[in-house]
């Protein structure tokens, strides 16, 4: 495929993004974090969505090289918004391959080296599904990174088949409800029945919870009553470009 051969040029053209999406503490509406999203700025096709390209750069091993700009990018954002004055905790995306060997471990202590940046303004989001592929190497990976300060949200939970016995191994602080679990259910509905008991199981462990793809205030509502702790989604904002997401910051605080 063209778009393949053409990822490591589009690496040294410098044409991938990280959009940013916020995610906010419903107790106070506090901007605290947000999630990077990877774009990519094709020059002739346009803006390119990763379910366009990460599926076959997973399948070609291209990841690898996607991960290593996505990680010095996310690295960069965060020590420029702390020397800003506007710390956030940034959420990156993991695939499954970067969880098969520690090789990422090693790339990350060299990258924290030369971008001066904190780990402890990163949190990693690991699908279910990329945490079950290979169980004995992503648990490794994860004790990895936590040992080196960053922290570890299990993404697009309800989605995939972690056991609760087997999410407990898990190093993690926190989960991500999959927005096909997000919307406003009568109290009757099973997905809102659902939902009750993720929220409930996932305080009962210690996490906090987010809500994905919150796009309207009755989901808000409901999240609120139903004690959530953090959403995401068009309802606060879509993801934005670093310049316009640290205009819209501004302009809520
Ligand atoms: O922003 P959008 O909804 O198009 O993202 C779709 C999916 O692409 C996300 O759910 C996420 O899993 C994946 N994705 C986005 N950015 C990255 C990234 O930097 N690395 C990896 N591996 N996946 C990403
Ligand atoms: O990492 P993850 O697979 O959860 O990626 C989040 C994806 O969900 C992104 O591609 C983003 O564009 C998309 N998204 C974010 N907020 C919303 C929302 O409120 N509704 C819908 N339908 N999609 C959303
Ligand atoms: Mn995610
Ligand atoms: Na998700």
């Known amino acids: ?96 391959f970067d969880l098969d060997d520690t090789a990422l471990l090693k790339l990350l202590e060299q990258l924290l080296i030369e971008h001066r940046a904190n780990p402890a303004d990163i949190r990693f989001e690991i699908t279910e599904h990329s945490a079950m592929n290979n169980p004995i190497a992503a648990l490794e990976v994860m004790h990895g990174l936590c040992n080196l300060g960053f922290s570890i949200s299990i993404d697009d939970f309800g989605t995939g088949y972690s056991s609760l016995a087997y999410l407990q191994k898990m190093p993690v602080s926190e989960l991500k409800i999959d927005r096909s679990f997000v919307k406003k259910f009568s109290s009757e509905d099973t997905g809102f029945v659902l939902l009750k008991s993720i929220i409930s199981l996932g305080h009962q462990l210690g996490l906090s919870i987010v809500a994905e793809g919150v796009e309207n205030a009755d989901e808000w509502d409901m999240l609120v009553d139903l004690d959530c702790d953090f959403v995401q989604g068009f309802y606060i904002s879509e993801a934005m470009e670093l310049d316009q997401f640290e205009a819209w910051w501004k302009n809520q605080s």
């Open 1 to 96: 495929l063209g778009l393949m051969s053409g990822i490591s040029q589009a690496i040294s053209n410098n044409e991938f993004r990280l959009y940013l999406q916020p995610k906010i503490r419903m107790a106070d509406g506090g901007m605290v974090s947000a999630e990077a999203l990877i774009r990519w700025e094709h020059p002739t096709r346009g803006l390119i969505a990763p379910e366009h390209f990460i599926p076959f750069a997973e399948k070609t091993g291209c990841i690898r090289m996607i991960t290593k700009w996505v990680l010095s990018e996310a690295m960069d954002i965060v020590a420029l918004l702390r020397a800003n004055g506007t710390p956030i905790q940034l959420g990156v995306n993991l695939s499954a």
